[in-house]
């Protein structure tokens, strides 16, 4: 149980170009869910956490209108990376909080999605 | 979230049991720690948590010190497949909503584990 995936694992695009990654809680219902992103050899760092139907909450320096949050259902949450560039090139990490069930409000992580912008 | 402090790095022998240290001293009294691994290029998996009591479950030990300001992780027969990165978090009680249940990764442990 407690199953997270992310859609998907890697992605080549060309500079300029917008590209969606999907994250889904397969077997709960996720409340909460939040996206990281990991450059190579550094910590994984917080970008937002969004819960089910309400608007995403952006930690500080993260910009809102470049990567789009969307939490419409309590199993999908999608990030839409804007107009990317070669900066934006890294492994974006999802994690699911469990809304009910034996591991109520722990966190679940997807396997990541490694973003390569040419 | 209370901040922590981890070595860089470590390694140990295959069938030995591997001791993760984790300084947290300014932790406070709703806070748990937990901790999670990194195997290179996935997602983060979780270990095991703990408010003040020592805990065990199949993969690890987590042995809380009296003062909570310290932990350490245990695997007890580390295997090459436990080469990782080892996180250390300090959070809010899991019944908090929203940003208050946030994990915040430090720079982690490195584990190496060598035949």
């Known amino acids: 149980g407690a199953v997270v995936s992310q859609h998907p694992s890697w992605v080549i695009c060309k500079s300029g170009t917008s590209v969606k990654i999907e994250c889904r809680s397969l077997?709960?219902?996720?409340?909460?869910m939040f996206w990281y992103r990991q450059f190579p050899k550094q910590s994984l760092m917080l970008m937002a956490t969004s819960n089910e139907g309400s608007k995403a909450t952006y930690e500080q320096g993260v910009e809102k209108d470049k990567f789009l949050i969307n939490h419409a259902s309590l199993t999908l949450s999608t990030l839409t990376v804007t107009s990317a560039h070669p900066e934006d090139s890294s492994f974006y990490i999802c994690?699911?909080?469990?809304?009910?069930?034996?591991?109520?409000?722990?966190?679940?992580f997807g396997p990541g999605t490694r973003l390569t912008v040419l | 979230d209370a901040k922590t402090t981890q070595p860089t790095s470590m390694d140990c022998a295959e069938g030995r049991a591997a001791n993760l240290p984790c300084n947290h001293s300014t932790i406070s009294g709703n806070e748990y720690v937990y901790w999670y691994r990194q195997i290179h290029s996935q997602g983060p998996q979780y270990i095991i948590h703990g408010l003040k009591n020592n805990e065990t479950n199949e993969m690890a030990s987590l042995i809380i010190t009296e003062d909570r300001k310290s932990s350490t992780l245990i695997l007890p027969h580390a295997t090459l497949r436990d080469t990782a990165v080892y996180y250390c978090i300090v959070r809010l009680t899991p019944s908090y909503t929203g940003t208050a249940s946030k994990l915040t990764f430090g720079t982690g442990t490195r584990l190496q584990v060598t035949l």
């Open positions: 994690s699911a909080r469990d809304g009910g069930g034996p591991s109520y409000n722990e966190q679940f």
């Open positions: 077997d709960f219902q996720a409340t909460t």
